[in-house]
C-alpha cells in the first residue's frame, strides 16, 4: 500500500467520523438537544479563533497534533503502527452543553457510538474510498475540562493509532 500524505487522510478520516457521529446523535439539524444552536465544526484550534466576534456557541474543532514516528510491531512480519494524537475542543453554549457536546465525542471515540475502529479514507479519489491495508484505532487518552478560565470550554484529548498491514507510505 503506497499513499501520498497519509497522515492527512488520516486526521480527515477522524474529522469526518466525529462530525458525522455528533449529526447522526443530533448535535447538527433542527432537533438539537436541549433545544441549543447546531454544533459547528472546524479544524483549527479554538484557542486560535478566541475572539468573540468569530466563535460561534457549539463550536467544535477537531485537529491532531504531531503524529509520532512510524513504527514496527510485528517483528518481520510488515505490521506498523504510527500514533496521532487527536483533540477535540469545545467551545459551548454554556456548561452544561460543554459537557454534553465532549461527552458525546469522548463516547464516539470508545465506540460507544459505533466501532472506534475506521476504515482509512483517500480523500484525493472522488468520492474518498477505503485505503486497503491500514485502518484507525481510536482511544481516549486525556480529558480535561474548562480552560483559560472560560467555563463553556471542554477538551477530548484522544489519540488515532493508525495500524498499516504492509508498513510504510510515501
Not at 65 to 77: A, D, K, M, N, S
Not at 96 to 125: E, H, P, Q
Amino acid at each position: 500500500m503506497t499513499i501520498r500524505f497519509l497522515p492527512r487522510h488520516v486526521v480527515q478520516t477522524v474529522y469526518d467520523f466525529t462530525a458525522d457521529t455528533l449529526t447522526t446523535l443530533g448535535w447538527s439539524g433542527p432537533d438539537v438537544p436541549f433545544g441549543t444552536a447546531p454544533v459547528k465544526f472546524f479544524s483549527a484550534p479554538i484557542r486560535d479563533n478566541l475572539e468573540a466576534s468569530r466563535l460561534e456557541p457549539n463550536s467544535v474543532a477537531i485537529y491532531s497534533g504531531i503524529e509520532q514516528e512510524l513504527t514496527p510491531i510485528e517483528l518481520g512480519g510488515g505490521l506498523h503502527s504510527q500514533v496521532f494524537p487527536m483533540f477535540a475542543e469545545v467551545y459551548g453554549e454554556n456548561t452544561g452543553i460543554a459537557m454534553s457536546i465532549a461527552s458525546d465525542i469522548r463516547d464516539t471515540w470508545l465506540g460507544r457510538n459505533g466501532s472506534s475502529v475506521l476504515n482509512v479514507k483517500d480523500y484525493s479519489l472522488t468520492p474518498p474510498a477505503d485505503v486497503s491495508g491500514c485502518y484507525i484505532d481510536l482511544g481516549v487518552s486525556v480529558e480535561r475540562g474548562p480552560m483559560e478560565n472560560k467555563y463553556m470550554f471542554q477538551v477530548v484529548g484522544s489519540y488515532a493509532e493508525l495500524v498499516l498491514l504492509e508498513g510504510g507510505y510515501v
